[in-house]
């Protein structure tokens, strides 16, 4: 079955650590995407790809790195300069224009700063 | 720039109540999206609806109604006789298609508690 696979579910990081979020799609979705959610403030966008190498920063790229090497796959690298990483991330995908099915979101990762 | 309010954070009602969440939006596009989400304890979002600006048709699914109004830019969404699996946080969420970006700009979220 067609979706989107992020891993790993639970990831914990040390204060000063890089961390990579994998996202993997098998949709052939042009358009993936990274948002960020915190308790009561929805979901932000941290960057977004429409093909493969390149992607565009949304509102809150600050201390993110990513990289679309490949259509299927668009990892998210948390820096050691995002002061507040701890946070559930939910991985995206759709073709563009979105159709009636909308955008495809993975199960998420849950990130904890230890 | 587009933006998404869902000014209903937590609503608790007793099964078999029916439910409305609301879903104000703004933009200056012509055209653009507009969809549901809903997200279980799981934490995946699930897609429910999506309509576009040219169709104010309301629509019927099972239990689930949506109310799209341009004129008061709301897309309200119902759940009649609401279940305790009806349960979960919603997202309605904004779609421009100007500029040909097409990025979804959500809501903050209603929680839904439905209480057995």
């Known amino acids: 079955d067609g979706g989107i696979t992020q891993s790993p579910k639970y990831l914990f990081r040390k204060e000063g650590q890089n961390v990579t979020l994998s996202c993997e799609q098998n949709l052939n979705h042009d358009a993936m995407y990274w948002y960020r959610q915190d308790p009561g403030q929805g979901l932000r966008l941290i960057y977004y790809s429409q093909i493969v190498n390149d992607f565009q920063k949304g509102d809150i790229a600050e201390g993110y790195s990513v990289s679309r090497e490949k259509k299927e796959s668009f990892p998210l690298t948390v820096t050691s300069a995002q002061k507040n990483p701890t946070a559930f991330y939910l991985c995206a995908s759709s073709i563009a224009p979105p159709g009636s099915d909308g955008y495809t979101f993975g199960s998420g990762t849950r990130l904890t700063v230890v | 720039a587009q933006k998404v309010t869902q000014a209903q954070t937590e609503i608790s009602v007793v099964e078999k109540e029916d439910v409305t969440l609301d879903c104000v939006y703004e933009?200056?596009?012509?055209?653009?999206?507009l969809f549901w989400y809903k997200q279980p304890p799981s934490g995946e979002l699930v897609f429910l609806i999506r309509?576009?600006?040219?169709?104010?048709q309301n629509e019927i699914s099972g239990r689930y109604s949506w109310n799209f109004q341009k004129s008061t830019s709301s897309f309200n969404f119902t759940i009649t006789a609401s279940q305790v699996v009806d349960s979960a946080v919603y997202f309605c969420a904004l779609s421009e298609v100007g500029g040909g970006s097409y990025i979804p700009t959500f809501g903050r979220g209603t929680s839904l508690i439905v209480h057995p």
């Open positions: 933009t200056r596009d012509t055209t653009y999206y």
């Open positions: 309509r576009n600006s040219f169709d104010e």
